[in-house]
């Protein structure tokens, strides 16, 4: 136990019922673990490097004066450190991870192992372009299946995430409006947009308004075309949405956003929806962006890295960011400057040439699958979901009635009454092993649960969640409200003081000062 | 198909429980007209060995740098990560869980989060980070757009010494979201005065310690006349082994520090996924993109951690976010908090002496070729020459030959030709006696 926990063992009181029941502090699998810091033991090291043979230094003078202040560890401290740290996390790899529009699926190992080929990973951007045919090979084949899967002719593929993806984009369609003499100052974003769509736009210079939604889940078109005039630069619309529903009136809106002289720029989180079986291009879609980490498995890795590739029209195609991998007259080429074909793109929006690791794991998620495969994923994933919203029909309230695509969207009229919030059923969620679904987004539905369950998980899997759902859905109806408030209670944490960490913000770990303990 | 668990009967069990005859009527909103027959235009589904058959052959295509002499730097080194890193970045638990919104099911990722954060801002001098950034390019634009709201301002000037694709990333930023730069021409290893540019519209100052060209400057003076002029400065490191041997920009009064972290932990990748650090200072907090996680207490007073400050963040804020940014660079600030960990402050230390000896022992033995010139005073892992040719050439032959020397400086800047003759040399920890002599050697026979 370390001073941290006993301090605040003391402070609670010895013998209190709320406090962890063991000496330790521990709870069997559950290990207390301090931090880095409170196990420095100097001296100690991790690696063992030889001493450099004697030179005379050349830093000009500017050496650090003062030591880092970092902790000594050995490397058996080290492995058990990071080992009980990870044996706090849930992971796809333990169980369900239902968060709509995240599309949480398993993550094949095969692609882990390719990754790291010393051909694919120690590879430098800069070494000669000579030394590296392979690499561009790859990004080429990558960008292929990016193209064909998406209908669109050019893939821009340096963005290191969807957020990213969003921001190239939008950058794109305004140099595409510039080129063509047009300043238009407006983007239209739905009101179930995730947050990154508004930010981007306003972070590209944008006025954004919010296009609302019509009872059916879907965009209200006749707001849109109220909204839609010649200062409109593009919508970004999610497709399928984030109410987890199709958008049928796609094609309608997309003849509206072209007839205004705007672009349709499409966020292409809820891609594997339709993988394989719908091309963007042909619902009328100009751009967009397609999280690798989601709809092409790589590793979200507790938020991180990503890749987001933006596909892209032919009247945008000239304005991509640089780099370029081009068929050039002797095989591929990469240029790296606004020159040639290029001399219209945009600078850079990343140091070298995008996110390789990420282009590695999810060609080889692809080519694994391959065209069928691919399609199967998008039918299962959409299966899947509907088949957790006929079992759920009853207990927990759909919001917009019918089929939905590969998420559910239920709000909280099932938890009318009970006292049960949708951040406690959540909880409760988490206590019966399961993360929780997405909660309170969209914002478009009161106490939204959004549900994706993804492909990778099987009918009894699907089967054990929906009972779980409906019998959680029976105790708060059946009066549970203070178990539900309670929860979680099997974690290595409970609910932890959100407003205390805002409030007075500690964000990195300082050595105590040196205090008599009390109890001497 | 290996990864997907329903079965044929599975499937029909379930069109029928959601009562349709088929998975086409859950797609009927899908208007006829976007609708196609049978599959893309792309090749069927393949078995592990058959893919990993195909990556071994493109793989086999490159040069990897372990297979040769290696001298490559630019904003990018090839350091000996421990076994203990790999393998425990692998550990499903990490690899394969989300951001951490949920924090009791997520105390791992936000603990080492905590951990990052703690390190980058005693590596930096500075008293807080942030849990990551995507690279240190992108930190760099984040770190000037945070200046202008800081200041509340609009011109950011950029030294010649930044890294050209660090300096491409702040004018594709500038250019969008509407602010001005007054870039530097590329400078070649000499002072330059940045003071003289400072107006009452500059945000900010950037320079990069040590420069792209690999030279270690004093920004102590600089950072003064920022803060007179109510400027800040934003000090960027591309070598973030360096600090473990030269002075870290907060002893030298930076305000901002945007820096690269693959070195410690992460693969040379080809350029990524790498790892942007952010560190500031505590009064700026606010003005922070990107997400930060705080210590707080849980409902039985235990001490735990959560993401916090959130209100600066795009899911809440939405247009008025501080940055679009979402996902960033988890899994890679994991590798980075690992190797630091193994380091510690002695290794940590030795790791940065082993480097700059390797450097100071390269430069030693190249800045006696015939013609050749060292153009820098100081330096690192990394330094400059004048070649008495230009040097695109010369790294092609050197390639040729086995050897990758480094990169010169028309990559960057084909258009400049006073640039033309300058290579950058980088040397690390791994480059071996053999390795130097193989470069000396080469490049001798190169310049006859």
């Known amino acids: 136990m370390n001073e941290w926990s006993q301090a605040l063992r003391a402070r609670a009181g010895a013998g209190s019922p709320q406090g962890p029941d063991t000496y330790s502090g521990n709870r069997a699998l559950q290990i207390e673990e301090p931090l880095l810091f409170e196990q420095d033991g100097p001296g100690r090291c991790g690696v063992d490097l030889p001493e450099p043979t004697p030179f005379r230094s050349r830093l000009g003078g500017l050496e650090r004066g003062e030591p880092v202040g970092l902790p000594g560890l050995s490397e058996p401290q080290i492995v058990r450190h990071f080992t009980r740290l990870s044996q706090k996390n849930y992971a796809i790899d333990s169980g369900l991870y239902p968060l709509g529009s995240c599309t949480m699926k398993h993550n094949p190992r095969l692609n882990e192992k390719l990754a790291r080929l010393p051909g694919l990973a120690d590879i430098h951007p800069l070494q000669p372009v000579s030394t590296v045919p392979g690499a561009l090979e790859l990004i080429d084949t990558l960008a292929h299946w990016l193209k064909v899967l998406t209908g669109l002719p050019a893939v821009a593929l340096s963005p290191a995430a969807g957020a990213h993806g969003e921001l190239c984009g939008i950058m794109t369609i305004r140099a595409a409006l510039e080129a063509r003499g047009e300043r238009r100052s407006r983007i239209l974003v739905p009101e179930s947009a995730h947050g990154t769509n508004p930010a981007t736009a306003a972070a590209c210079g944008y006025a954004v308004e919010a296009i609302p939604a019509n009872e059916r889940g879907r965009v209200d078109l006749a707001a849109l075309q109220a909204k839609l005039g010649p200062d409109v630069a593009a919508l970004m619309l999610t497709n399928p949405n984030t109410c987890g529903l199709f958008e049928s009136e796609i094609l309608d809106i997309a003849a509206a956003v072209h007839a205004a002289g705007a672009f349709f720029y499409c966020d292409g989180a809820n891609f594997n929806a339709i993988v394989g079986r719908v091309r963007p291009a042909d619902l009328g879609i100009d751009c967009m962006h397609i999280n690798l980490h989601k709809t092409f498995s790589t590793p979200h890795g507790g938020g991180g890295p990503g890749s987001g590739p933006v596909a892209l029209a032919a009247a945008l195609a000239p304005f991509a960011p640089l780099p370029w991998v081009v068929h050039g007259e002797n095989g591929l080429e990469l240029v790296e400057h606004a020159e040639g074909a290029a001399g219209q793109a945009l600078g850079r929006l990343k140091g070298y040439h995008g996110q390789m690791g990420m282009f590695v794991r999810a060609l080889a998620y692809m080519m694994s699958h391959g065209a069928d495969g691919l399609k199967q994923v998008a039918e299962d994933a959409v299966l899947n979901a509907n088949y957790l919203r006929v079992r759920l029909a009853d207990a927990l309230t759909q919001s917009f009635p019918g089929s939905c695509m590969h998420e559910v969207l239920f709000d909280d009229r099932f938890l009318k009454d009970t006292g049960v919030t949708t951040l406690d059923f959540a909880k409760a969620l988490i206590d019966e092993g399961y993360h929780p679904m997405t909660m309170y987004f969209p914002l478009v539905v009161h106490g939204a649960l959004l549900i994706e369950p993804t492909e990778t998980e099987s009918k009894e899997s699907l089967d054990q969640f929906a009972a779980v759902l409906v019998e959680l859905a029976r105790q708060a109806q059946a009066g549970g409200a203070e178990a539900f408030r309670a929860a979680p209670r099997f974690t290595p944490r409970r609910r932890l003081d959100e407003t205390g960490a805002a409030r007075k913000p500690v964000l990195r770990w300082r050595p105590e000062p040196v205090q008599r303990n009390a109890a001497e | ?448």
Request: with cysteine.
């Open chain 2, 1 to 448: 198909m290996r990864y997907l668990p329903l079965t044929p009967a599975d499937r029909q069990q379930m069109l029928a429980a959601i009562g349709v005859g088929s998975i086409d009527a859950l797609y009927a909103d899908v208007p006829a007209a976007a609708c196609r027959d049978g599959l893309v235009e792309l090749p069927l589904a393949m078995g592990e060995m058959e893919v990993e058959r195909r990556f071994l052959s493109m793989a086999a295509k490159n040069v990897p740098a372990g297979a040769v002499p290696f001298f490559v730097g630019g904003g990018v080194y090839r350091h000996h990560v421990p076994a203990a890193v790999d393998h425990l970045i692998q550990r499903g638990e990490f690899l394969t869980s989300y951001t951490p919104y949920q924090p009791e099911l997520a105390q791992g990722t936000l603990q080492y989060l905590f951990e990052f954060q703690t390190q980058v801002a005693l590596l930096t001098g500075m008293e807080v980070a942030n849990a990551s950034l995507y690279d240190g390019a992108t930190a760099c634009a984040e770190a000037v757009l945070m200046a202008n709201r800081a200041t509340r301002r609009d011109k950011a000037v950029l030294s010649g010494g930044l890294h050209p694709h660090y300096r491409s990333v702040c004018e594709t930023y500038a250019r969008f979201a509407g602010f001005e730069l007054a870039a530097r021409d590329p400078a070649r290893g000499g002072g330059e005065d940045l003071a003289r540019s400072i107006d009452e519209r500059t945000s900010c100052v950037v320079v990069q310690n040590p420069d792209f060209y690999g030279e270690i400057r004093d920004y102590s003076e600089l950072a003064e006349m920022c803060h007179r002029a109510g400027a800040l400065l934003v000090v960027v490191v591309t070598e973030i082994v360096s600090l473990g041997a030269v002075r870290p920009p907060g002893a030298m009064g930076a305000d901002i520090v945007a820096a690269e972290g693959q070195s410690l932990g992460n693969a040379l990748n080809f350029g990524g996924p790498h790892v942007g650090l952010f560190a500031t200072r505590d009064k700026f907090v606010r003005q922070m993109p990107g997400r930060l996680v705080g210590q707080t207490a849980d409902a039985e007073g235990r001490r735990g951690w959560v993401l916090t400050l959130s209100t600066r963040e795009q899911h809440i804020r939405r247009e008025k976010a501080t940055s679009n940014i979402c996902t960033n660079a988890g899994l890679c600030a994991l590798a980075f908090t690992i190797h630091l960990a193994l380091l510690g402050e002695e290794g940590f230390a030795r790791l940065a002496q082993l480097n700059h000896a390797a450097a100071v022992a390269t430069a030693q033995r190249l800045e006696r070729l015939p013609g050749v010139q060292l153009v820098n005073q100081s330096f690192f892992n990394e330094f400059a020459l004048r070649l008495p040719v230009p040097a695109a050439p010369i790294v092609e032959a050197l390639a040729g030959r086995g050897i990758l020397a480094g990169i010169p400086v028309s990559r960057f800047h084909p258009e400049r030709a006073e640039l033309a003759d300058l290579l950058l040399v980088a040397a690390t920890e791994t480059a071996t006696e053999d390795d130097i002599d193989r470069l000396e050697a080469g490049l001798r026979e190169a310049l006859i």
